[in-house]
């Protein structure tokens, strides 16, 4: 997505479940964001947007990987997080509905949640209680449109491969241009069967949540 985007991010909005304070939502998204080293778009919009707070120390955690699709860390005293795919990380009809309606907008989402278990062995969280949506927008390129008209004029045609959400992936393909961009799917659902793939892939120019290793699948099948 990043070929069409600035790869700048930056915080939309914050969505609070019932029952959660913005302030505490805030400390928490601080420590987080302030705890971890990786350096990405997702991590620069955070470090910008929260202050690390005071008194958070952390005992363990585990890192973001696009695989997990999510990140978790255990403060001494204060708790245990996970940050990451709503979709990855609850079954939540309305949660998973409002991260959709977000998508429809371009906007990217993450969820915040306490965790009862955080389990360092095994990469893994259990007992996740969502606390609030992190809302983020991406920035379009200003030669996005023109770059993506020029390749439809030669009968090019784009396919877009993208570890975010396809309906976010869709909707910003949309307003930078990009023809066909409604046609998306999950890579998750994608057929396992080499055959079946190249008949599926031809058919979608959107693909979200994709692997690494499904974009060389993707890219062969094509």
Same mark, same amino acid.
């Given at each position: 997505?990043?070929?069409?985007?600035?790869?700048?991010?930056?915080?939309?909005?914050?969505?609070? =479940?019932?029952?959660?304070?913005?302030?505490?939502?805030?400390?928490?998204?601080?420590?987080?964001?302030?705890?971890?080293?990786? #350096?990405?778009? $997702?991590?620069?919009?955070?470090?910008?947007?929260?202050?690390?707070?005071?008194?958070?120390?952390?005992?363990?955690?585990?890192?973001?990987?696009?695989?997990?699709?999510?990140?978790?860390?255990? =403060?001494?005293?204060? @708790?245990?997080?996970?940050?990451?795919?709503?979709?990855?990380? $609850?079954?939540?009809?309305?949660?998973?509905?409002?991260?959709?309606?977000?998508?429809?907008?371009?906007?990217?989402?993450?969820?915040? @949640?306490?965790?009862?278990?955080?389990?360092?062995?095994?990469?893994?969280?259990?007992?996740?209680?969502?606390?609030?949506?992190?809302?983020?927008?991406?920035?379009?390129?200003?030669?996005?449109?023109? $770059?993506?008209?020029?390749?439809?004029?030669?009968?090019?045609?784009?396919?877009?491969?993208?570890?975010?959400?396809?309906?976010?992936? #869709?909707?910003?393909?949309?307003?930078? @241009?990009?023809?066909?961009?409604?046609?998306?799917?999950?890579?998750?659902?994608?057929?396992?069967?080499?055959?079946?793939?190249?008949?599926?892939? #031809?058919?979608?120019?959107? =693909?979200?949540?994709?692997?690494?290793?499904?974009?060389?699948?993707?890219?062969?099948?094509?």
């Amino acid at each position: 997505t990043g070929t069409i985007t600035t790869g700048e991010l930056g915080i939309e909005d914050i969505y609070c =479940f019932e029952g959660q304070e913005l302030s505490h939502i805030k400390d928490i998204m601080g420590a987080i964001a302030h705890g971890f080293d990786d #350096s990405n778009a $997702t991590q620069i919009a955070l470090q910008s947007y929260f202050q690390q707070p005071q008194g958070y120390y952390i005992e363990s955690m585990i890192p973001f990987s696009s695989q997990r699709k999510m990140r978790a860390v255990s =403060f001494t005293n204060k @708790g245990s997080y996970v940050l990451g795919a709503p979709e990855y990380l $609850t079954n939540d009809e309305n949660i998973i509905d409002l991260t959709q309606t977000y998508a429809t907008q371009g906007l990217r989402v993450l969820l915040l @949640g306490s965790i009862h278990l955080l389990d360092t062995n095994n990469n893994r969280v259990e007992g996740i209680e969502p606390m609030a949506l992190i809302i983020l927008h991406d920035c379009i390129k200003e030669d996005a449109k023109t $770059t993506l008209s020029f390749f439809d004029k030669e009968n090019v045609d784009v396919k877009i491969l993208s570890g975010d959400n396809p309906l976010t992936v #869709s909707r910003v393909a949309q307003l930078a @241009g990009l023809k066909n961009a409604n046609l998306y799917i999950d890579a998750s659902l994608l057929p396992q069967d080499f055959d079946e793939l190249q008949k599926v892939v #031809s058919h979608y120019c959107v =693909f979200g949540r994709v692997k690494p290793e499904q974009k060389q699948l993707i890219v062969k099948a094509l």
